[in-house]
């Protein structure tokens, strides 16, 4: 594994997951994902546009990070050894882990997450494989030999609560998964088309509108004329001067 110097969540770091195929994004390229389409991953890695966070995902995103800071140090004890954060490529690929807690000797990952009721009911069971896809992939990337998966929720005075943990090992098939996965992902983004933007309406001004208008003012003044042939004259010239001024104004 190549570890790349990126800090989470700043330009280089969002740049860096444009470019490569990342286990968050996983089950979404599996077609497992709960949150993400297939289709919408292609389009977002061919477009490099990517929805908008809005507050209250981000307050989402913020409570996980805080819960993921404060499972480190509880995953730490529960390994007898420190946890870093890192960024990691597998060499070779654009397969890429953005890991919460590496262990020093690369043999053991740390995952945490908020506590949610899709894990609550996890107990005693296999965590389910949008989870699981994420946790092959960081083994994939890192070379280690399991993940210590962590979830928690935070009581009223921001403590860690209810916690649920799992240690998960690597499943050779699921693997095998992913990597035949990401490679037809590749050959489809490669194909995939670009519907490109309509061109934008061309802006039309008022003076345009007029000149379009004017032969249908003459018009009208012709057709008038026509209907006051019997009537008094008075009208008749009046008409007339509208009718000219219209003409010279066209001219």
């Not at 499943?171 to 061109?199: T, V």
Request: glycine share 6%; aromatic share 8%.
């Amino acid at each position: 594994m190549n570890l790349i110097e990126l800090q989470q969540g700043t330009a280089e770091w969002h740049n860096h997951r444009q470019t490569h195929f990342n286990t968050s994004e996983a089950a979404a390229m599996l077609g497992v994902s709960p949150y993400t389409k297939r289709d919408a991953l292609l389009k977002q890695k061919k477009t490099g546009i990517t929805p908008e966070v809005n507050q209250y995902q981000q307050a989402i995103f913020d409570k996980g990070h805080l819960i993921e800071s404060l499972l480190r140090p509880i995953a730490e004890q529960q390994l007898g050894q420190e946890l870093y954060p890192c960024v990691g490529v597998l060499e070779g690929t654009k397969l890429s882990a953005s890991f919460d807690g590496l262990t020093m000797d690369e043999r053991t990952v740390s995952e945490a997450k908020t506590l949610n009721k899709t894990l609550r009911k996890t107990q005693g069971r296999p965590l389910p494989l949008h989870y699981r896809a994420q946790l092959e992939q960081q083994l994939l990337v890192s070379g280690a030999d399991k993940a210590l998966f962590i979830a928690a929720s935070l009581n009223d005075a921001g403590d860690i609560s209810d916690q649920l943990t799992v240690d998960y090992s690597s499943d050779p098939e699921l693997r095998q998964r992913i990597i035949q996965g990401w490679q037809q992902f590749e050959k489809d983004l490669a194909e995939y088309p670009i519907k490109e933007a309509p061109a934008p309406a061309e802006r039309i001004t008022f003076a345009q509108i007029n000149d379009a208008l004017w032969p249908l003012q003459i018009q009208s003044c012709i057709y008038r004329l026509g209907a006051y042939a019997v009537a008094d004259d008075y009208n008749r010239q009046d008409i007339k001067k509208t009718l000219i001024r219209h003409i010279e104004r066209a001219l």
